[in-house]
């Protein structure tokens, strides 16, 4: 199925931005495994669209850093270590 509605899409990977501060890693990664094995042309067009948010201007040193910060508030908050499903 092709998807077309390039809202849907952007509003997709915005809430994908949201969960990612929001949601328990294991929980979110989960999410995101089971939605690729559903519909993956759709999350294909979510992670386009996630690529196209970065700003590519920026350096790496800067966009490493913005990252850390994320999810350094996640293991601030959750007081856990981070370690990958």
Known sequence: MRYTDHDAIANAA???CEDIR????LELYR???EQCIAEPERMA???MALAAFVPVEESILTTIRRVEAITD???ERTNLRVVSA
Request: net charge positive; glycine share 0%; proline share 6%.
């Open 31 to 33: 999410n995101l495994v």
């Open 45 to 47: 067009q979510i992670m």
């Open 14 to 16: 915005l809430q994908v």
């Open 73 to 75: 508030r996640r293991v």
């Open 22 to 25: 929001d949601q328990w890693p």
